[in-house]
């Protein structure tokens, strides 16, 4: 391997852990939003539901696949797209989905259920569409990677805050009304620092290859986003809620594939920045977008 795929950002061991923990602090804090009818609410009526989380962990891996083949990235930006198509909805798509004037509601059932499924949907999504390209498919056999072992550190990253959080949000009503809005500010205020101060720690290594995967990541968020409203226009969704698959598609928890991209891939340059990238530029896009729909009511579409 040379140049983009040669590449090993730094984390020290430590530095990792501190990272596992904010994360695990953000997902706390998202879980203390989740209510009992949130889940009552897929229940009465799964069928968008469904069809956003087909979007999510069916159609859009199966597209990002079918764009690898089309730009043939260097290995490890593949994997990174791979691995960034694979994880579940980041935590600013419920913010954008309102923004949008889309269906709120169905944005958070969706992205808490993805967020549920991703203990087993991202390591088998992962598995199966790495093996499936030949060059992520060696970069995979070369590192080993465990679906089982990426199963348990994505339930004690997500799967234990959030199980944590509703149980506070549960037994302790009061207190979770006050602390909600302060800790999540605060969660995704220190998250964002700390990936501020990590990317500064190997600013040469994204300085220089950054210009490498801009485009693969505009071309692959773009993707995310329109696969997102068009699965749920095929599916016969209404304009609010295609709004909201869009963005529960097209905003990926970039952060979980960063800590697994260090955590089983040795910080393997090419996914790292992709997956830093994508962390950056699906805020600029989907804060765009959003303010676009938000002018625009469902009706004129």
């Known amino acids: 391997m040379n140049g983009i795929d040669a590449v090993r950002l730094n984390f020290s061991p430590a530095t990792l852990h501190l990272l596992n923990a904010i994360l695990g602090i953000v997902m706390f804090g998202v879980a203390l939003d989740l209510r009992g009818d949130d889940f009552r609410r897929v229940l009465a009526n799964p069928r968008p539901v469904l069809i956003g989380l087909a979007g999510h962990y069916v159609v859009f891996p199966a597209f990002t696949f079918l764009l690898v083949l089309a730009i043939k990235p260097p290995p490890s930006v593949a994997l990174g797209m791979m691995l ?50 030949e060059p992520t498919r060696v970069i995979m056999r070369a590192v080993a990677v465990d679906p089982m072992d990426m199963f348990v550190t994505i339930f004690a990253l997500l799967g234990l805050p959030l199980l944590a959080g509703m149980l506070v949000q549960r037994h302790w009503p009061a207190f979770t009304d006050r602390v909600r809005a302060p800790m999540k500010r605060l969660s995704i205020g220190i998250f964002a620092a700390f990936l501020v101060l990590a990317l500064a720690a190997n600013w040469q290594y994204f300085v220089k290859y950054v210009g490498r995967v801009v485009l693969a990541v505009v071309l692959h968020n773009a ?5 997102g409203y068009w699965t749920a226009a095929a599916f016969g969704l209404p304009v609010r809620d295609r709004r909201a698959v869009s963005f529960e598609v097209g905003i990926q928890n970039s952060g979980l594939g960063l800590i697994l991209i260090f955590t089983f891939f040795g910080g393997l340059g090419g996914a790292a920045i992709v997956a830093a990238w994508w962390g950056i530029w699906h805020v600029i896009a989907g804060l765009s977008l959003a303010t676009y729909w938000s002018k625009r009511t469902a009706d004129s579409v």
């Not at 798509?93 to 203990?119: E, P």
């Not at 993707?223 to 696969?227: D, F, I, M, N, V």
């Open 84 to 133: 960034v198509a694979s994880c579940p909805a980041g935590n600013i798509s419920n913010f954008l989905v309102h923004l949008a004037r889309g269906n709120t509601a169905l944005s958070v059932s969706i992205s808490s259920a993805s967020t549920v499924l991703s203990v087993v949907a991202t390591p088998l999504v992962l598995r199966f569409w790495g093996s499936m390209y």
């Open 223 to 227: 993707l995310a986003l329109t696969t």
